[in-house]
C-alpha cells in the first residue's frame, strides 16, 4: 500500500517555526516531484512549495518565498517544509503529494499521491 504520512504540524505563535515531515512507504519517491500544498477552512487547496527529484529545483508560492523551505532526504522516502516566521494566513491543513511525471508542479491536479495531511495553526 502505497502511503504519504505527514507529522509535525501544531500551534504556534505568530513569528514561531515548525518542521514538516511526509515520510512515503509502499514504493521509492526518489524520482518523483514532492509537493506540499495547503487548504485553509472555507478556501481552495493551494499550492506552497515543490521540489524536484534531483533536489536542484525548489520553487515556492510568492506567500512563503523567503520563510519556507523544502528538502528532502531521497535515502528515507522523507520530504521536509521548515516553516519560519510564521503568520496567522498560513493557518491550514498542509499536505504533501508526490508526481511521478508532472507538468506543472504547481497544480494539484497534476500529483499522483497524497498525504492524509497535517494541521498549522499560527496563534497572535
Known amino acids: 500500500q502505497v502511503q504519504l504520512v505527514e507529522s509535525g504540524g501544531g500551534l504556534v505563535q505568530a513569528g514561531g517555526s515548525l518542521r514538516l515531515s511526509c515520510s512515503g512507504s509502499?514504493?521509492?519517491?526518489?524520482?518523483?516531484?514532492m509537493g506540499w500544498f495547503r487548504q485553509a477552512p472555507g478556501k481552495e487547496r493551494e499550492f506552497v512549495a515543490f521540489?524536484?527529484?534531483?533536489?536542484?529545483?525548489?520553487y515556492y508560492a510568492e506567500s512563503v518565498k523567503g520563510r519556507f523551505t523544502i528538502s528532502r532526504d531521497n535515502a528515507k522516502n522523507t520530504v521536509y517544509l521548515q516553516m519560519n516566521s510564521l503568520k496567522l494566513e498560513d493557518t491550514a491543513v498542509y499536505y504533501c503529494?508526490?508526481?511521478?511525471?508532472?507538468?506543472?508542479?504547481?497544480?494539484?491536479?497534476?500529483?499522483?499521491?497524497w498525504g492524509q495531511g497535517t494541521q498549522v495553526t499560527v496563534s497572535s
Open positions: 503529494a508526490a508526481s511521478p511525471g508532472a507538468t506543472d508542479r504547481t497544480r494539484a491536479s497534476e500529483y499522483m499521491y
Open positions: 509502499g514504493r521509492t519517491f526518489s524520482r518523483d516531484v
Open positions: 521540489i524536484s527529484a534531483s533536489r536542484i529545483i525548489r
